[in-house]
């Protein structure tokens, strides 16, 4: 069961475009939602996250907004830059036990930018 | 940014053989986690810990062990390597307050290949 859900497998933008990304979630328990960049052979880099109490982050170029009665969020990246090519993780957790936080992820999003 | 080390970042092995994925932190995190992600697929956790001597395992269940006797270091090890066990294996770390959601920071990898 897919709790955390990204349907694009990839996107393509053009430069100076802006990219959105979209992320779905069902289990109502999330209260925390994180964005990951991530290349080939490397780990996954934080990019922004959002706690379930606002429904918007703003970091530079890098947005997220948080529909929580959609149980939906939604990355944006504006103005696109080649060097944003890459797979976008959308992950989601919930405060449990002893603070232990156990991310669910997305299965990615690939991101192209073209010149 | 978080400071994390995993060694090696590629190795390929032969069927039963006994290997250990080294994970160190230099940020004095308390938690730290096991992820295990297969190409194109979600990340998947498979062990975490709150600190020195906890462990736990994650939702996808592993064949693998872990150890935390120093804050630091959270290595992995494998008994009896099998090819089922090619994957990557992405370790991170975070600062784990059991009030706030914190943010979880990852290492750059191991690429392990079992032939």
């Known amino acids: 069961d897919q709790q955390?859900?990204?349907?694009?497998?990839?996107?393509?933008?053009?430069?100076?475009?802006?990219?959105?990304?979209?992320?779905?979630?069902?289990?109502?328990?999330?209260?925390?939602?994180?964005?990951?960049?991530?290349?080939?052979?490397?780990?996954?880099?934080?990019?922004?996250?959002?706690?379930?109490?606002?429904?918007?982050?703003?970091?530079?170029?890098?947005?997220?907004?948080?529909?929580?009665?959609?149980?939906?969020?939604?990355?944006h990246i504006v103005p696109s830059q080649p060097g944003d090519s890459a797979v976008y993780f959308c992950a989601a957790s919930a405060l449990g036990r002893w603070g232990a936080q156990k991310l669910v992820f997305g299965q990615g999003t690939r991101l192209t930018i073209n010149p | 940014e978080a400071d994390i080390y995993q060694t090696p970042r590629y190795l390929v092995i032969g069927t039963g053989k006994k290997i250990t994925l080294e994970c160190s932190q230099t940020m004095g995190h308390d938690k730290m986690y096991w992820y295990q992600q297969d190409p194109g697929m979600e990340l998947h956790l498979?062990?975490?810990?709150?600190?020195?001597?906890?462990?736990?395992?994650?939702?996808?269940?592993?064949?693998?062990?872990?150890?935390?006797?120093?804050?630091?270091?959270?290595p992995l090890t494998l008994e009896s390597a099998r090819p089922s066990h090619t994957s990557q294996y992405l370790c991170a770390s975070s600062v784990g307050t059991s009030i706030v959601p914190d943010t979880q920071y990852f290492g750059p990898g191991t690429r392990l290949t079992v032939l």
């Not at chain 2, 810990?49 to 935390?68: A, F, W």
């Open chain 1, 4 to 75: 955390v859900k990204q349907n694009s497998p990839s996107l393509s933008v053009q430069e100076g475009r802006i990219s959105i990304l979209n992320c779905d979630y069902t289990n109502s328990m999330f209260d925390y939602f994180l964005w990951y960049k991530k290349y080939p052979a490397e780990g996954p880099t934080f990019l922004i996250s959002i706690s379930s109490i606002k429904d918007k982050n703003e970091d530079g170029r890098f947005t997220v907004f948080l529909n929580k009665s959609a149980k939906h969020l939604s990355l």
């Open chain 2, 46 to 74: 498979i062990h975490y810990s709150y600190g020195v001597n906890s462990t736990e395992k994650g939702d996808l269940s592993s064949e693998s062990t872990v150890s935390r006797i120093r804050t630091e270091h959270f």
